[in-house]
T-cell receptor
Framework: GAGVSQSPSNKVTEKGKDVELRCDPI?????LYWYRQRLGQGLEFLIY????????KSGLPSDRFSAERTGESVSTLTIQRTQQEDSAVYLC????????????????FGPGTRLTVL | GNSVTQMEGPVTLSEEAFLTINCTYT??????LFWYVQYPGEGLQLLLK?????DKGSNKGFEATYRKETTSFHLEKGSVQVSDSAVYFC????????????FGTGTSLTVIP
């Protein structure tokens, strides 16, 4: 596609329910990132996928959070037993990933999913 | 490890004023440096980048120079406009550590007419 897309754009859920957020990266991008942005705050890294390597899960805040990626395409972020503190905008980004020459590739962000836990 | 520290906001300027938003970094290797901008109600988008020391990134009148000696990547604009009101994020990516990105906490800029 032309850019990174995310769905849904907005999600309102009740405390204790599970939610699944979806990210479609730019075609051909091997790297995919999930971030969380709480109101008025910066980006909080959650998880990073690079090709077929094991994902970097070091940013996941608890075992209620998990993410999967199918090959080099769609990724889903799942939050189980949601809590009110999970309310935030969840951002996905993709990039060409590791390449030759030592220069990093630009990340391209999706519009985000705004999650509200009541 | 890798980290980014940027100037805390919020910053409020009058139109046509000079802007500087400071950003310094710590990195284990030779990172690429980025400025991202988030306009109200929109997603993050790349503003400019520099991939090696002494490179200058520029876009929309904004500039930033990669200074290895001071580990800095300060964002500047000579004359801000109301439309520049946004949150600005400094970021680094170190290709030697798998291309993970490290973002600063963001600096909110409001430009008043």
């Amino acid at each position: 596609g032309a850019g990174v897309s995310q769905s849904p754009s907005n999600k309102v859920t009740e405390k204790g329910k599970d939610v699944e957020l979806r990210c479609d990266p730019i075609s051909g991008h091997t790297a995919l990132y999930w971030y969380r942005q709480r109101l008025g705050q910066g980006l909080e890294f959650l998880i990073y996928f690079q090709g077929n390597s094991a994902p970097d899960k070091s940013g996941l805040p608890s075992d209620r959070f998990s993410a999967e990626r199918t090959g080099e395409s769609v990724s889903t972020l799942t939050i189980q037993r949601t809590q009110q503190e999970d309310s935030a905008v969840y951002l996905c980004a993709s990039s060409l990933g590791a390449g030759g020459g030592g220069a990093s590739h630009t990340q391209y962000f999706g519009p985000g999913t705004r999650l509200t836990v009541l | 490890g890798n980290s980014v520290t940027q100037m805390e906001g919020p910053v409020t300027l009058s139109e046509e004023a000079f802007l500087t938003i400071n950003c310094t970094y710590t990195a284990t290797g030779y990172p690429s440096l980025f400025w991202y901008v988030q306009y109200p109600g929109e997603g993050l988008q790349l503003l400019l980048k520099a991939t090696k020391a002494d490179d200058k990134g520029s876009n929309k009148g904004f500039e930033a120079t990669y200074r290895k000696e001071t580990t800095s990547f300060h964002l500047e604009k000579g004359s801000v406009q109301v439309s520049d009101s946004a949150v600005y994020f400094c970021a680094l990516s170190d290709p030697n550590t798998g291309n993970q990105f490290y973002f600063g906490t963001g600096t909110s800029l409001t430009v008043i007419p």
